[in-house]
Structures are given as C-alpha cells and as structure tokens.
C-alpha cells in the first residue's frame, strides 16, 4: 500500500490545489526518541487522502508541539515514539494539553505504544479525544470520523468506554496474577553448573573501534523480513515474493531497495562505525560486577538487571541476565561484552535532499535500509565476537537463516528488548565502551541513540543463555533496583512504567 502510495504522491501533490484539503494534523516524534519512520508513513498517507500534514520531525519538546499547534490552527496532534521513556513524554503532552484546555483530539502511534497503555496511562490525562492508533492504514479512518461533525461524538464515546473497560480488565488481571517475592525469585534462579565449566576468555580487554566498516561486507547479514514490515507488507522473506497478494508490490520494492543500497555502497551514502568491548565480570545476585582488570579488586562498572518475578511451574526459573555470568562466590574469571554499532553516520546530508525534491519514498527507503545495515551490523559484529575476538564458537557454521533464527551460541541483549527493559543502564555501556568519543553515537536525554539507525547491547557468551522477557515485577523489585541504581524510585519508575503492568 505505502508503495502505491508513494507512486501516487506526485499526482496527488498537483492536484491537491485544486481539491479541498480537508483538515490539518500535527505530527512530531517526542522529545527524547528519535524513530519516525512510522511518522513519516502516516504523514505521506494522510497527505495523500488531502490533509495537510505539519510535519515537526523528531526529539519535538512539548512546548514546541503545543505552541506550533495552536498557531498553526491545526486540527489533530499526532504523536510517535519507538523507546519505552517515549511513553512518558506523551503523558506529559496529555497532561500540558490538558492544563492548557486545548480541544484538540490526540493521536497516539508509534512501536512501543499499545492500546492498553494509551487507555491506562495517557487518556486519563486528558478529556478529550485520546486515541492510539495502531498503523498507517488506520490513520485515515481515525482522522476523518475525528474530523466529521456528525460522527464525531459517538466514535469518541464509543473509544472512551472501550477504554474505560480496558483500564476495569486491567484491574481485574492484576489481582488474579500474584507474583512471588524478590527473595523467592532469587531462590529460583537459573541454574548453571559453573564447577563444571570453563570460561573462554576474550582475546583482548577492554574496548576495540572499528570505524568507516566497509558496507558492502553487512549485505549478507540483512534481515529483510522486518524491511517489508515497514512499508506494511507482513510476510516472510523470500515466500513473500510468492504471495499472491503482495508478492508483486514485494518485488518492485526489493528491486528498489537494491538499487538504493548499490548506491549507498558506490557512493557512500552512508558510514559505519562500531565499538566492542570485553571485560572481566561476576554477578552478584541480579547485578553484573565489572572489574578493571584480570585481579578482580577494582569495580569499574555495575549492570543491574531484572529479574522475573511471576510464579512459575515447577521446572522453570525466574529469569535473570545477571544468571549467565558465573557468580563472585564462584571465584571463576568470568567475562562480558559490550557493543554499539551504527549505520547511520552522513544519513542526514541525503536524507535533506530528498526532502528538498519532496521525495518522500526515497528518504523512508533510505532510513529503512540504513536501519536494516545496522541490524546487520549488529550481526556481522556478533558473528566475528563469537569465532574472533571471544573465541568460544571458532568452528560454528550457519547460513542466513541460522543467523536470523540465533541458532548459535551466546546472545546479544539490547537495553531496552524484553530481558533488559531498563534504558538507563545505557548510560553506564555507553561510558564502559567510550561510546560517543569512539563511535559518534550520542544519547539523548530519554536514552535514544542518534543517528537513529543504531544498536548497542551485551554479548554473554554461555551455551545456556538465551532471551527471555522479564515480564511484570513488583513493588520490591522496584525498591531494591531503585536501591542498587541509586535512582529515586519515582524516576526509575516512571523509565520502567509498562514493567508494572
Ligand atoms: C526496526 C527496529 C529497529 C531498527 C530501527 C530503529 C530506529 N530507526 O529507530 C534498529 C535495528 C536500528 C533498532 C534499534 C533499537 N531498537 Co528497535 N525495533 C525495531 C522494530 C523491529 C520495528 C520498528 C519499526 O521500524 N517498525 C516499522 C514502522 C513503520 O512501524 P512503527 O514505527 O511502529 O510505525 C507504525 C505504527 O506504529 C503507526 N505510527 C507510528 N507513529 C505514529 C504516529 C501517529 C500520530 C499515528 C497515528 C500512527 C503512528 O503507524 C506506523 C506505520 O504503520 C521494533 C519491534 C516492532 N515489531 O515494532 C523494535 C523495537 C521498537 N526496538 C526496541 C529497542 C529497545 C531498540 C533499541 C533501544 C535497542 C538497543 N539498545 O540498541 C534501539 C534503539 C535505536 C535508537 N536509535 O535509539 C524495542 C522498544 C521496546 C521498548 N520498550 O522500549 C522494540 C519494540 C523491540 C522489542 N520488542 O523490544 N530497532
């Protein structure tokens, strides 16, 4: 659909003078997150359907959102986020609209926002319309019964109450799913026989940069099931081209997204850079101490991680990073790994004209493949840590396929995916690797990382370790994190507000 939308756009450009534009909507990423791809597809396909689109691009402080909103005039107010602290920020919107008795309706969109969160932690705040949207093809519908006088009112009742019985299940679910105490959790950990294992250690401590890593080298690596994702195209790479719905759309936009990335390598486009790092490291309950070298006397860093916390059957533990790393009590030299990779370095120089020939299809091209070498990278890099530089998997072997379904050993959690929820522990990774001296990646305020397409993450390196999701946790998992964080415990529940749910 974004495809045929994208052809569409020129015509629909010359002829929009002459058609009656039929409201304005505001659209801005959040301050703090810097995703908007997403955004950006919802914009071109409101554009389309002749709403003029005020478009406030990303990191968008709510004082800007609501100040350009009102001398705009515009009709609707739009929000993106990809990153759970992206969630906040849209409660505080919610809440300065509130204050400042706007009438506007609020969309809500974006990766990391759900229906069930809109109605538990943002609608609350304001009385007027609060709607999530869940993708681009939503967006119209929702925009023109918000924008029709005589649909209005019933649509926003009919969400509210459905709301209202979100947040009632919400209720009701929490006292039906009791949850064991910290203590408890910690007894039921996972179980590794460290006596019986060998640590292999890294080939180098410390950190190892690698800059301007040539791109040609992260092809192989792509995923491009998630690539056909974005453009709303779900189905698996390759069988999609064989789809007899979407296969000929997935086609034609396979064959430009090839010949964009030529481009990108013959031209250098773009430009990648990564750190690693290998340290000595023990865990100490839920925590992963850090030492500065092999003695093991000084903690250069902490990593606190979360663990599981609902009851579980009986041969199944309650989940912690912190369980793959061998205990101090163990007094095995055990080690960890740090990355962070981007693909994004220059994107802003192309991006800027493409926007200038309004060439909307090129630029959401453009940031969907630089996310995509950044995954890859992400792999690549992973690939090399496991045979070179932490050689714990010399002779493994794996086609594409293997790489994209992590059959391999070891895993590569990323603050912020299900087993590491937290975004705040990116702070001490970033510093632990010299990140943003090393690398040029920054992080933002809510624990982005600019250029956009960027990844950073552990690498832990036992047979055993595999993903998970924390889950929910409780109230005492809150106060002693908080404690070990040495954040108050507000704040650090604010960063982690879905973990309660
Ligand atoms: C692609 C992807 C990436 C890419 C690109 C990210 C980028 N450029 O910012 C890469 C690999 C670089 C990446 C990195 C990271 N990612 Co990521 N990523 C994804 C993934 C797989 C898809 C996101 C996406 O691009 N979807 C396609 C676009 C088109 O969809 P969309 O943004 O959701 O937008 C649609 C709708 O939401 C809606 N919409 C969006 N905005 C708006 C606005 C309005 C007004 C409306 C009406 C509608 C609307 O319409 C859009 C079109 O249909 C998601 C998982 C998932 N399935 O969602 C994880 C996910 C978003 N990532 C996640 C995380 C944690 C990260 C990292 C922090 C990991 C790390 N430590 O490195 C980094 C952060 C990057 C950064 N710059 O800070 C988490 C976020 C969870 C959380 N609780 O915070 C997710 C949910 C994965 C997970 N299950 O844990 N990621």
Redesign the pocket.
């Known amino acids: 659909m974004k495809q045929a939308v994208a052809y569409l756009e020129p015509f629909l450009e010359a002829d929009r003078t002459a058609a009656k534009v039929k409201g304005k909507v505001l659209?801005a990423t959040v301050k703090g997150d810097?995703?908007d791809?997403?955004?950006n597809?919802?914009g071109v396909v409101l554009r389309c359907n002749n709403y003029d689109i005020i478009d406030l691009g990303v990191m968008v402080p709510c004082e800007k959102i609501l100040a350009t909103a009102q001398q705009e005039r515009v009709d609707i107010i739009?929000?993106?986020g990809?990153?759970?602290p992206s969630l906040e920020e849209m409660a505080y919107v919610a809440k300065e609209m509130q204050r400042q008795l706007l009438q506007l309706p609020l969309?809500i969109?974006?990766?990391?926002t759900s229906r069930a969160h809109t109605a538990l932690k943002i609608e609350p705040h304001y009385t007027n319309a609060t709607i999530h949207?869940?993708?681009?093809s939503r967006?119209v519908g929702v925009v023109a019964n918000l924008l029709n006088d005589n649909v209005r009112d019933r649509y926003v009742n009919e969400v509210k109450k459905e709301y209202v019985q979100l947040r009632e299940r919400h209720k009701n679910k929490k006292s039906e799913n009791p949850m064991i105490s910290l203590a408890v959790a910690r007894n039921n950990r996972f179980k590794i026989d460290w006596h019986n294992y060998t640590a292999i250690k890294p080939i180098f401590l410390g950190v190892r940069a690698f800059n301007d890593y040539p791109l040609a080298s992260l092809v192989d690596f792509i995923d491009w099931t998630?690539f056909f994702?974005?453009w709303?195209l779900s189905a698996r790479y390759p069988a999609i081209f064989e789809d007899a719905v979407v296969g000929e759309s997935a086609k034609q936009l396979f064959r430009d997204a090839e010949a964009m990335l030529k481009k990108i390598i013959a031209e250098r486009w773009l430009r990648a850079n990564a750190v690693i790092g290998f340290f000595p490291a023990n865990s100490v309950d839920d925590d992963i101490e850090i030492y500065a070298d092999e003695s093991r006397q000084q903690v250069i860093t902490t990593l606190h991680m979360l663990r599981q916390q609902t009851r579980k059957p009986q041969d199944k533990a309650n989940m912690c990073l912190a369980d793959f790393v061998a205990p101090k009590s163990t007094g095995i030299a055990d080690y960890i790994g740090g990355f962070a990779v981007t693909a994004g370095i220059d994107i802003d120089k192309r991006i800027q004209l493409f926007e200038k020939e309004h060439d909307d299809y090129s630029v959401i091209m453009l940031k969907a493949l630089a996310?995509r070498l950044?995954?890859g990278f992400t792999e690549h890099m992973h690939s090399r840590v496991r045979r070179e530089f932490w050689p714990y998997a010399v002779n493994e072997h794996w086609n594409n396929e293997d790489l994209i379904a992590e059959k391999y050993q070891g895993i590569r959690p990323?603050?912020?995916?299900?087993a590491c929820?937290d975004?705040t522990e990116k702070p001490a990774l970033f510093q632990l690797l010299n990140v943003t001296e090393l690398t040029s990646i920054c992080l933002t305020e809510n624990f982005?990382?600019l250029p956009?397409?960027?990844?950073?993450?552990f690498y832990f390196s036992h047979p055993d370790s595999y993903y998970f999701g924390v889950g929910k946790i409780a109230e005492d998992q809150l106060l002693d994190y908080s404690k070990r964080k040495n954040m108050d415990l507000a704040i650090m529940k604010r960063w982690l507000a879905?973990q309660l749910y």
């Open positions: 659209l810097v995703h791809i997403g955004k597809i919802v739009g929000l993106s990809l990153i759970t969309l969109g974006g990766a990391t949207v869940v993708d681009a967006a998630p994702h974005t709303e996310d950044a995954e990323a603050p912020g995916y299900p929820p975004h982005a990382m956009a397409s960027s990844v950073s993450g879905p």
